[in-house]
């Protein structure tokens, strides 16, 4: 696929955010810099460094989902983790390394999907080849009697055993003909299944111990030996199956996780939400010295090292760092040092107005009422919302984030529900099959929860 540039990033990320074109920007540079890296002459490339990015702004204005989007686009392993997860080293909590093993796990299934594309062709052919020989069992080679009996053979008229073989191969393609029509998908065969029996094991996920949990994993998997059971199947489902298995074993595993290691460290992605969290106002005190410690765990990812995972040693020197957060109580300011100069990008999100969220109602293309549209037409209920509904709907969500808490356009999404909440729960039986949301409507519904701040607090 052709790398987009960065004008192509940011409209294809139009296509899904509203608004927010400096974080756009940001991110659309910073993606296009990695292929330019891998452009770059061999000396140099190892010295350039990735442009980490924090995106500071409130919440629910699209964060989260522009770094989803670029993840996409980008087609690099991406990974997201709330800072507040990791704990410092010796706390319970995850450490800090356990998010490139995540990523790196990441890439191997990624690697591993796009490899089993690969063969999949190839393995649907074994798939046929051997359901042939289920449906019609390769004749045994028959062990010829000697001298006179042979002469019998011939003389009762059986059939010679170049004959034999022919008349199989011509039956064998008679039904994989067919086969291929789709003329026996309702002929079942019996298949052995392999089933591997690993007996749950539940093992805290403390610091440390994680590396241990996911070695644990392999070698019960290997101590408990697969067993196999027979199964009859129709022959669509055996299909699957056996194409599956043989994918399984056409996949170079050796092949697949150097690649994926390769893939992280050159493009992997990860997003660091909610970095605010660890960042501290003033330092030495209380709960705040493990957020510092966060900190200092955190600082050699971000600046490069080697971690252990059960793929081998993964560099982290190149990967991309995207961190978020809301950043009212702390500043970036606040983070240590070190680790600020490793974030050297900042972007601010805007908080969302009454005129974004009409856009982000009906823009991008899984917007609100697009869903509800496409949920209520499985129905056969036909939903129009007129423009002055919208407009309302907009308007009421601005209102209910000046009232009680600013959540952004995550409004939109209870406001919506409750809105439609009696057409969801009697489109089924409706006789009128067009409804048209229209301001009174909206008013009508909305009206009093808007006016009441204190029921506004718990359903909208
Ligand atoms: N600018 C926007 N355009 C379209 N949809 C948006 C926009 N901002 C937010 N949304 C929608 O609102 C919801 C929440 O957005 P998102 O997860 O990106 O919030 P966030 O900025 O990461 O917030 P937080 O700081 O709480 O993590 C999502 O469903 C998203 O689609
Ligand atoms: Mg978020």
Same mark, same amino acid.
């Given at each position: 696929?052709?790398?987009?540039?960065?004008?192509?990033? =940011?409209?294809?990320?139009?296509?899904?955010?509203?608004?927010?074109?400096? %974080?756009?920007?940001?991110?659309?540079? %910073?993606?296009?810099?990695?292929?330019?890296?891998?452009?770059?002459?061999?000396?140099?490339?190892?010295?350039?460094?990735?442009?980490?990015?924090?995106?500071?702004?409130?919440?629910?204005?699209?964060?989260?989902?522009?770094?989803?989007? +670029?993840?996409?686009?980008?087609?690099?392993?991406?990974?997201?983790?709330?800072?507040?997860?990791?704990?410092?080293?010796?706390?319970?909590?995850?450490?800090?390394?356990?998010?490139?093993? *995540?990523?790196?796990?990441?890439? =191997?299934?990624?690697?591993?999907?796009?490899?089993?594309?690969?063969?999949?062709?190839?393995?649907?052919?074994?798939?046929?080849?051997?359901?042939?020989?289920?449906?019609?069992?390769?004749?045994?080679?028959?062990?010829?009697?000697?001298?006179?009996?042979?002469?019998?053979? =011939?003389?009762?008229?059986? +059939?010679?055993?170049?004959?034999?073989?022919?008349?199989?191969?011509?039956?064998?393609?008679?039904?994989?003909?067919?086969?291929?029509?789709?003329?026996?998908?309702?002929?079942?065969?019996?298949?052995?299944?392999?089933?591997?029996? #690993?007996?749950?094991?539940?093992?805290?996920?403390?610091?440390?111990?994680?590396?241990?949990?996911?070695?644990?994993? *392999?070698?019960?998997?290997?101590?408990?030996?697969?067993?196999?059971?027979?199964?009859?199947?129709?022959?669509?489902? %055996?299909?699957?199956?056996?194409?599956?298995?043989?994918?399984?074993? $056409?996949?170079?595993?050796?092949?697949? @996780?150097?690649?994926?290691?390769?893939?992280?460290?050159?493009?992997?992605?990860?997003?660091?939400?909610?970095?605010?969290?660890?960042?501290?106002?003033?330092?030495?005190?209380?709960?705040?010295?493990?957020?510092?410690?966060?900190?200092?765990?955190?600082?050699?990812?971000?600046?490069?090292?080697?971690? @252990?995972?059960?793929?081998?040693?993964?560099?982290?020197?190149?990967?991309?760092?995207?961190?978020?957060?809301?950043?009212?109580?702390?500043?970036?300011? *606040?983070?240590?040092?070190?680790?600020?100069?490793?974030?050297?990008?900042?972007?601010?999100?805007?908080?969302?107005?009454?005129?974004?969220?009409?856009?982000? $109602?009906?823009?991008?293309?899984?917007?609100?009422?697009?869903?509800?549209?496409?949920?209520?037409?499985?129905?056969? #209920?036909?939903?129009?919302?007129?423009?002055?509904?919208?407009?309302?709907?907009?308007? @009421?969500?601005?209102?209910?984030?000046?009232?009680?808490?600013?959540?952004?356009?995550?409004?939109?999404?209870?406001?919506?529900?409750?809105?439609?909440?009696?057409?969801?729960?009697?489109?089924?039986?409706?006789?009128?099959?067009?409804?048209?949301?229209?301001?009174?409507?909206?008013?009508?519904? +909305?009206?009093?929860?808007?006016?009441?701040? *204190?029921?506004?607090?718990?359903?909208?």
């Amino acid at each position: 696929m052709k790398p987009l540039n960065p004008r192509e990033i =940011v409209s294809e990320l139009d296509r899904f955010v509203v608004g927010q074109d400096k %974080a756009k920007r940001a991110v659309a540079i %910073a993606l296009r810099n990695r292929w330019r890296r891998q452009q770059v002459p061999e000396e140099l490339r190892d010295e350039i460094a990735p442009k980490n990015i924090i995106m500071i702004g409130p919440t629910g204005v699209g964060k989260t989902e522009i770094a989803r989007r +670029l993840a996409k686009l980008a087609q690099s392993p991406f990974l997201k983790i709330e800072a507040s997860k990791f704990t410092e080293v010796g706390y319970v909590g995850r450490d800090v390394e356990s998010m490139i093993r *995540d990523l790196t796990e990441l890439a =191997v299934k990624q690697v591993k999907d796009e490899e089993s594309e690969q063969v999949q062709a190839k393995s649907y052919e074994i798939a046929e080849e051997r359901i042939l020989d289920l449906l019609l069992p390769p004749k045994p080679k028959q062990v010829q009697p000697l001298g006179r009996s042979d002469l019998q053979h =011939v003389q009762q008229g059986h +059939l010679s055993e170049q004959q034999a073989s022919d008349e199989q191969i011509s039956t064998r393609d008679k039904l994989r003909t067919m086969l291929r029509q789709g003329k026996m998908d309702e002929r079942e065969v019996e298949l052995e299944i392999t089933q591997q029996n #690993v007996p749950v094991v539940e093992i805290f996920s403390a610091s440390g111990l994680e590396e241990m949990d996911v070695n644990l994993k *392999d070698m019960f998997g290997n101590m408990f030996p697969k067993k196999t059971k027979k199964r009859k199947v129709k022959i669509p489902e %055996a299909r699957e199956i056996i194409a599956q298995e043989e994918a399984q074993k $056409l996949i170079d595993m050796e092949k697949v @996780t150097k690649m994926a290691v390769l893939r992280v460290e050159q493009s992997g992605i990860i997003f660091l939400d909610e970095l605010d969290k660890v960042a501290t106002r003033d330092q030495g005190h209380g709960p705040d010295v493990s957020r510092e410690g966060v900190q200092r765990d955190l600082l050699p990812i971000v600046e490069g090292s080697t971690v @252990t995972t059960k793929y081998g040693m993964v560099k982290t020197d190149h990967i991309l760092f995207i961190a978020s957060g809301a950043f009212y109580v702390s500043k970036p300011s *606040d983070l240590i040092p070190e680790l600020q100069g490793r974030f050297p990008i900042r972007v601010e999100l805007s908080s969302l107005g009454k005129e974004d969220f009409v856009r982000i $109602l009906t823009e991008p293309q899984n917007a609100l009422i697009k869903q509800y549209i496409a949920l209520m037409d499985t129905e056969g #209920v036909k939903l129009v919302f007129r423009e002055e509904a919208i407009e309302k709907i907009a308007e @009421t969500a601005t209102t209910v984030n000046e009232k009680t808490e600013n959540i952004g356009a995550r409004r939109l999404h209870t406001i919506m529900e409750k809105l439609l909440e009696e057409i969801s729960f009697a489109a089924s039986e409706m006789t009128e099959k067009t409804v048209s949301i229209d301001a009174a409507y909206v008013s009508g519904r +909305l009206e009093d929860l808007i006016l009441d701040e *204190d029921l506004s607090r718990y359903i909208l």
